[in-house]
Structures are given as structure tokens and as C-alpha cells.
């Protein structure tokens, strides 16, 4: 059993000549962490879908656990667990029953399941409302529900399709803290669709950045921001007018100003090295920001680049 | 580990136990179908019981000669819920975690058929207790109730697998519910409240005999009324019934293959 994926060429296009996923090739190794980032639309959801046998690619060639998902896709099942973005609870079955019946369908006999039931709500900290009708629970709740139930059978790659949506602060760091310890002690191969890029950030041993069906950028979270990754100037100013003003004095072809009611940002290579020239065109025009920061680049900053500048021309790896 | 295909006895038994667990959870739904398929066995009765001493029926009790319709028509409630249940399950997103099981998927579709097939032999078993109520007998006495149940079981997976096959095209309860309209053909074009020799219009006797239901009630009519003596239309039932089944169930579970796969 090994935990790579292998996607080559893979092209999705749905009825009406949506074409979610055009041509996405990447591999991914025996217990790596992979992140998969993308705005709304993108096709992470899609290439999921088509990872996990719930959708035909339109064509390409996918292998998932080294088998042919085409071909062999009850090997695939029972070597992945799959939390797609919408949850998948009966609502009339009790947070137990649910993994008690999920363990049965992977071949627990009824003690197992039981078992394992009990170890897993406990795992996401369900085991008082165990029996509850799950259709009762919160949106929090059913989502680790969900995991717990993702979980049941160990698989060997694990497939998270933006797995935290939805979850307070505390309920996430746990459900990363398991992921985490999944993937390091365990082995999983973790396949993450997320929007939350500090998570890809902190997690991932490397990621794609997906956009409009097409992988735009890929490498370790590292690499993504050094090659990049811009520096960001903030000017912060307590009235809109003067932010006004200020996008007017700085804004040259040279680097990218943006401006969002009172805060100018102005992205460039080296932040420090403009520094001098903005301030001095500041003061020219006689404008105090309430507030100055210099930032180092973001995964944030990578992402909004990468994905904006393919609407003008296009970027490549 | 302990990953490893189900196998399919059991994974169709853990499929079941869930359909009727979720079906014994939804009491406002089961209900009134048994009560519906009751009541239509009073206003047959008491509405259209006087031609019964029309010649044709050769002084037959009308009460057994309607129970089939009773019956048959029950299974829009019962049966007929497996596919509302699919509908459900296509909405909250649990039929895409059963898709990402290992079972076949054959065992995930008979779980809800195999529970609106259980659903109607209890409704068909209470119209028959009300029957007797009313003043049933039955020429083929205890073995030929047994025998009416059995069909009624193989009218339920049929009718529950078609079912299930059109809510998993459909995706919707609308286009679901729109699917069993089929229904009233099948129950109407047929000896639904005369026998075929008093059916007057050519058509209708055409539809009839083309009707798989007919040879359903056929098969029932003759347990009910005239018992063992003539065997070969109740062989005939339950061979045009075995022949839906194997149709409609096959056409549930290629349409599971199909239902998420689809673009
Ligand atoms: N079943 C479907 N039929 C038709 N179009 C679809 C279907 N599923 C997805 N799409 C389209 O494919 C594109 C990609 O959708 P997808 O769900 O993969 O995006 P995503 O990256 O997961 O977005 P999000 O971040 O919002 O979850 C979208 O334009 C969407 O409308
Ligand atoms: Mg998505």
C-alpha cells in the first residue's frame, strides 16, 4: 500500500462547457503534506472529486494509492478517506451510530465498530453528545462528526476539502493538531483544499495555487513567498481624502498601489528600498499617516499576485 | 489495519437496519401512509361492492377481489418512500459518503429498497387484518395469505427499486415525486375494479394485458378467491413479478453509479 497520488494532464468540463479543471498535472509523495489553495471556483472541489472517484475526469490520467482511479476504484476507496467540502450525515442517525455504521461498511465486526466508534468521539471531543441525533448538532459539530468519520478506517491519504470551515478557533487548532500528528507520526499523505492560507502556511510541505482550472504557482510555502512574494508598505490615514491624495502622489507604474477606503498599500520587491520615495512624496503633499508598516510578503500576498495577475495576462510556473 | 471490503450480505444488512431506523425516526411519514392504504380499502368496499352480483364475478366476495388493489396501491406510500429517502440522502450529502465506501453498489441501493419493501408487507399485512375485519375469507386459507405476502414483497422491491432509480436521475423530490405518476397508469389500466371479461373498451383491454400489475392481481385474485385449484396464475405473477424486480433493481443500481458521476 503507498500513499502517493499522480494526476497527469487531467481535464474536467461540465455540462454546458463549464470547464472547471483544464489540464492539472502534479504529484504527490508517500506521506507529504500537500495543500491545495484557490479562490471560489477554482476546481480544488472538482479535482477532489475527481481524486476520490465521485466524479470522470473528461480526460487525463489519475492514481491514487498506485492504482488507476478509472480502473480500480474500490481499491481506492478503501485506501482514502474523503472529507468533501458539504458535510455527509444522516441527520436521523446518532453522532455514534453514524461511525458505528461507517466502521461496518470498511469490515469492522460489531465489536471493532464499537470500539472504534468510542475512540474516535472522543477524538473530536463528541463523546457527550454521542448520543444526540446528529441532525441536532451544531454546523461545528457535524464537521467533526464528519472527520471522525473520514477517519474510521486509518486510510493511507487523506483528502480535506477545506476541513475547518466553520469551526471556532479552539475546535480548528485541534482538528490541525490531529492532521498534523496524522501526517508526522502516522504517515498520512494529506491532500488540503483550504482558504485559509495561514493553515497551508503552517501545515503544508507544499502547495499549489490553483486559479480558473489551471495550477499557477507550486513549491514549499518558503519558496512561494521568496520567489513571490512582495514586500507590502501599509499607510494607514484617518481620513479617506487624505488616503486619496496619497494614492495619487505614490502611485507610479513601477510598483502595484492599492487602496481600500483609508488604507493605501503599495506592493513592491524590496519594501525598505521605496520607503525613502514614498515618504519623501508624502511630505511633499504635506499627508501623515496615522500609521506606517512595512510587511514582510505573505502566503496572503502569493495568492492574491498569482491569482490576480492571471486575469491580465497569465503566469506560469 | 483493519481496512477491508465489507462483505455484501452484510453491508446490505447494515444498509437496511439504517434505511428503517431512519424510517421508525420519521413516524409523520409512515403513518399516514398506513393509514391511507386502509381507508381505501373501506370506500372500495363500501362504494363499489354492489357489482359484485354482477354474473362475470361468479358470486365472488368483492372484498377479496378489491384487498390486491389495496394492496398494490399502498406501496406509492411505502415502497415509494425509498425514493424520497434517496432524495434526502442525496441532500444532506451522505449518499456521497456511502458512494465512498467500499460496499457495492448494489447493498447501498437495496438498503432503502429492501426498508420500503419491509414498510409495505407490514401495510399489506394490516389491510389484510382490516380485510378480515370486514368480512375477508380466503379460499387459500393461511398458506394463501403467506402467499399474497410474497407477492406483495416482490411488488415492493420492484416498485420501491424504481423508485430509488428515478431519485437518483432526478436528484429532487419534485422530479422524485413526479417519477411515481407511473404508478397511476399501472394501477388503472388494469382489472384495477372489474375482471378483464367486463373491461368494455378494446384499449384498456390491451393495456391490461401488457400490464405487469394485472397479472399481480391476477395472481392474488386467484389465492383469494379461488385458492390452490388452478396454480398457473399465481406461477405466472410471481414470474412476471421476479422479471420486474431483476429490471427495476438493476436500473437503481446502475443509476448509483451514475448519480455523482454525472456532469
Ligand atoms: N456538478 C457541476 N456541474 C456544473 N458545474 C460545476 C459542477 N461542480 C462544479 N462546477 C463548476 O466548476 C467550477 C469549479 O468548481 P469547484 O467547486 O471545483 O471550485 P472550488 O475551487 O472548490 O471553489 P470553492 O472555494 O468555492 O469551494 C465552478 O465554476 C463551478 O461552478
Ligand atoms: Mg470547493
Same mark, same amino acid.
Do not use: C, H, M
Given at each position: 500500500m503507498n500513499g502517493t497520488i499522480h494526476v497527469e494532464n487531467i481535464e474536467k468540463t461540465f455540462k454546458g462547457d463549464v470547464r472547471a479543471v483544464r489540464g492539472v498535472s502534479f504529484d504527490v509523495a508517500d506521506g507529504e503534506f500537500f495543500a491545495f489553495l484557490g479562490p471560489n471556483g477554482a476546481g480544488k472541489s472538482t479535482?477532489?472529486?475527481?481524486?476520490?472517484?465521485?466524479?470522470?475526469?473528461?480526460?487525463?490520467?489519475l492514481e491514487v494509492a498506485g492504482y488507476d482511479v478509472?480502473?480500480?476504484?474500490?481499491?481506492?476507496? $478503501?485506501?482514502?478517506?474523503?472529507?468533501?467540502?458539504?458535510t455527509?450525515?444522516? %441527520?436521523?442517525?446518532?453522532?455514534?451510530? $453514524?461511525?458505528?455504521?461507517?466502521a461496518r461498511l470498511f469490515g469492522f465486526s460489531k465489536k471493532e465498530a464499537k470500539k472504534r466508534a468510542e475512540e474516535l468521539l472522543e477524538l473530536v471531543g463528541l463523546t457527550e453528545d454521542a448520543d444526540r441525533l446528529s441532525g441536532k448538532y451544531s454546523g461545528g459539530m457535524r464537521r467533526r462528526l464528519d472527520l471522525a468519520m473520514t477517519l474510521v478506517h486509518q486510510p493511507k491519504i487523506l483528502f480535506l476539502d477545506e476541513p475547518t470551515t466553520g469551526l471556532d478557533p479552539a475546535n480548528r487548532k485541534a482538528i490541525w493538531r490531529e492532521i498534523k500528528r496524522l501526517n508526522k507520526e502516522e504517515g498520512t499523505t494529506i491532500f488540503l483544499t483550504t482558504q485559509y492560507l495561514e493553515e497551508a502556511d503552517q501545515l503544508a510541505d507544499r502547495i499549489s495555487i490553483i486559479n480558473k482550472g489551471q495550477i499557477v504557482a507550486t513549491g514549499t510555502p518558503a519558496e512561494l513567498k521568496r520567489t513571490l512574494g512582495?514586500?507590502?508598505?501599509?499607510?494607514?490615514?484617518?481620513?479617506?481624502?487624505e488616503a486619496i491624495s496619497a494614492y495619487d502622489a505614490v502611485a507610479t507604474d513601477e510598483y502595484q498601489t492599492?487602496?481600500?477606503?483609508?488604507?493605501?498599500?503599495?506592493?513592491a520587491e524590496n519594501g525598505t528600498s521605496i520607503l525613502a520615495d514614498v515618504i519623501r512624496k508624502l511630505d511633499e503633499r504635506n499627508l501623515h499617516p496615522a500609521q506606517l508598516n512595512v510587511k514582510p510578503p505573505s502566503l496572503d500576498d502569493v495568492f492574491i499576485q498569482v491569482t490576480n495577475e492571471q486575469k491580465e495576462g497569465g503566469l506560469n510556473e | 489495519m483493519n481496512k477491508q471490503q465489507g462483505n455484501f450480505f452484510s453491508d446490505t444488512l447494515v444498509m437496511t437496519k439504517r434505511s428503517i431506523v431512519t424510517i421508525l425516526r420519521n413516524p409523520l411519514i409512515f403513518i399516514p401512509n398506513l393509514a391511507i392504504s386502509m381507508f381505501f380499502l373501506f370506500v372500495y368496499e363500501a362504494g363499489l361492492s354492489g357489482i359484485a352480483n354482477l354474473p362475470a364475478f361468479e358470486g365472488a366476495n368483492y372484498l377479496a377481489f378489491i384487498l390486491p388493489v389495496s394492496i398494490v396501491s399502498a406501496a406509492i406510500g411505502g415502497a415509494g418512500g425509498a425514493g424520497q429517502a434517496l432524495v434526502k440522502d442525496l441532500d444532506n450529502g451522505f449518499f456521497s459518503r456511502l458512494l465512498l465506501t467500499p460496499s457495492s453498489r448494489l447493498a447501498i441501493v437495496l438498503g432503502p429498497i429492501i426498508a420500503g419493501m419491509l414498510q409495505l408487507v407490514i401495510q399489506a399485512g394490516l389491510i389484510i387484518c382490516v380485510g378480515f375485519f370486514l368480512g375477508l375469507e380466503v379460499a387459500g386459507g393461511a398458506l394463501g395469505v403467506v402467499v399474497v405476502l410474497l407477492l406483495t414483497l416482490g411488488w415492493g422491491l420492484a416498485f420501491a427499486g424504481y423508485s430509488v432509480g428515478v431519485a437518483l436521475r432526478a436528484k429532487n423530490a419534485q422530479s422524485a415525486q413526479a417519477g411515481t405518476f407511473i404508478f397511476f397508469p399501472?394501477?388503472? $389500466?388494469?382489472?384495477?375494479?372489474? %375482471?378483464?371479461?367486463l373491461i368494455d373498451a378494446a384499449w384498456l383491454k390491451v393495456a391490461a394485458s401488457i400490464n405487469p400489475v394485472t397479472y399481480l392481481f391476477e395472481a392474488m385474485r386467484t389465492v383469494l378467491i379461488d385458492?390452490?385449484?388452478?396454480?398457473? %396464475?399465481?406461477?405466472?405473477?410471481f414470474l412476471v413479478i421476479a422479471g420486474l424486480c431483476a429490471i427495476t433493481i438493476t436500473f437503481?443500481?446502475?443509476?448509483?453509479?451514475?448519480?455523482?458521476?454525472?456532469?
Open positions: 479535482t477532489v472529486q475527481l481524486l476520490t472517484t465521485l466524479l470522470k475526469p473528461t480526460s487525463g490520467k478509472n480502473k480500480d476504484p474500490e481499491k481506492v476507496r $478503501l485506501s482514502i478517506g474523503v472529507a468533501l467540502q458539504e455527509g450525515i444522516d %441527520p436521523d442517525l446518532k453522532g455514534r451510530e $453514524l461511525l458505528e455504521f461507517q512582495l514586500d507590502a508598505i501599509v499607510l494607514q490615514f484617518d481620513e479617506e481624502e492599492e487602496r481600500v477606503k483609508n488604507d493605501v498599500t503599495i506592493l | 399501472l394501477i388503472f $389500466l388494469s382489472t384495477t375494479f372489474v %375482471p378483464y371479461e385458492g390452490f385449484t388452478d396454480t398457473w %396464475p399465481i406461477v405466472l405473477g437503481s443500481a446502475v443509476s448509483a453509479k451514475k448519480a455523482v458521476s454525472t456532469d
